[in-house]
């Protein structure tokens, strides 16, 4: 009985042995098995998906074999590896241990959206909402229910997004992704601020923020920036009214039309700086960090007006004479290529003037005609005066 035993033992054993041995066969020849795939693809993996779901899908779109195997494996070899939301790039000859790799690496694909200095919200939204690989919940909300959503009530949203180039993996929220903008632009802020000039004309960093995109909407020449605000810096300090166009066309809102007028220029919109001294209510546009630093360290100087050139740049004037002779120099004969500011780098997803700022002091006796009207403007029959600052 003792042999029979030790007999039956050894071939338990044996056994036992060839079946691990068929069993790490089996599981490394599936692992070793090419997906099966013709050409370069990508696989989705949703939001809460585990790893035994992805194996009979995958089955089920013919690109493995033998998902019990690979179910067996991960529970033994990797279980709590945690499996990652998003897209993962699946080539012909890829092996479902090399899809493994990637799904342990987190190797997912990634997409850019970039958000465009000088760009209001309603064109952060338009660009938002027609990315595709986004998730998108914020249809049909309006701008304060989208504060509301982002955790932020009360917050205008003018200005409160950084502009720059984030990354994502599909399936990430446009509040996720809204979020880490409206993040940053509060840490760039903040250490902005903690660096700034003395004697600055700002009761706390949100007014700051209104410079700086006046700044950036006035002039998209870095070296101009520091110049732009030290203008509007030493106006405030005189109590002088800024008189910049992007605040009236902001105020128009939607009945902007590419054209303001006389009556526009003396329409008193909380934002029209033409009607109001000091500062709008709100910024106009998104900011970035330059027209920040710009706004909080004014270059020294004495000008107190600027008129466009043409090609983006412009003259700076200490008093009016010589501003008037720069406008007449440079807007009463206008190149029939003329830009009060620069092109942009990007074109916005939604059509919006990049401003025009009014050129001609409003005490100039003749004011301009139809010919000379603001960039942009159709003929009209009122004109507005190219007032400058």
Do not use: C
Request: aromatic residues 8%; negative net charge.
């Amino acid at each position: 009985m003792r042999r029979k035993f030790l007999l039956l033992l050894e071939m338990s054993l044996i056994l036992a042995g060839l079946a691990l041995g068929w069993a790490a066969w089996k599981v490394n020849s599936v692992l070793e098995q090419p997906l099966q795939v013709a050409q370069e693809r990508l696989l989705d993996v949703p939001s809460g998906t585990t790893p035994n779901r992805m194996f009979y899908r995958m089955q089920s779109e013919g690109l493995l074999d033998d998902p019990l195997w690979l179910r067996l494996y991960w529970r033994f070899n990797m279980a709590g590896t945690p499996l990652h939301t998003g897209e993962y790039r699946v080539t012909p000859g890829m092996t479902v241990g090399q899809l493994f790799d990637a799904w342990k690496r987190g190797d997912v694909v990634q997409y850019n959206i970039t958000l465009v200095e000088g760009w209001t919200f309603r064109q952060v939204r338009a660009a938002v909402a027609k990315h595709e690989k986004l998730k998108h919940t914020l249809e049909g909300l309006s701008d304060t229910e989208v504060m509301d959503r982002l955790g932020h009530t009360g917050v205008f949203p003018e200005g409160r997004f950084f502009p720059d180039t984030y990354r994502f993996v599909r399936g990430m929220s446009d509040v996720e992704l809204l979020q880490q903008a409206y993040m940053r632009l509060d840490e760039v802020l903040a250490k902005e601020w903690a660096e700034r000039s003395t004697d600055l004309p700002y009761r706390d960093p949100y007014q700051a923020l209104i410079m700086a995109s006046l700044v950036e909407k006035e002039t998209g020449i870095p070296q101009e920036r520091g110049q732009i605000a030290g203008v509007f810096v030493r106006r405030m300090r005189l109590g002088m009214m800024l008189q910049t166009d992007p605040t009236v066309i902001y105020g128009m809102g939607e009945r902007y039309n590419g054209k303001i007028t006389r009556a526009d220029l003396r329409e008193p919109t909380p934002y029209n700086t033409y009607t109001m001294t000091g500062l709008p209510p709100t910024p106009i546009a998104m900011v970035g960090r330059e027209a920040i630093h710009a706004a909080l360290n004014p270059s020294d100087g004495s000008s107190l007006y600027f008129v466009a050139r043409g090609d983006g740049s412009h003259v700076f004037s200490d008093d009016l004479d010589d501003h008037n002779s720069a406008v007449r120099e440079f807007q009463l004969k206008r190149r029939a290529d003329y830009r009060s500011s620069p092109a942009p780098r990007i074109e916005p997803s939604v059509d919006e003037h990049q401003g025009s700022p009014a050129e001609l002091d409003p005490q100039v006796a003749d004011p301009p005609t139809s010919s000379q009207r603001l960039e942009g403007a159709g003929t009209t029959s009122e004109p507005a005066p190219e007032s400058g600052r």
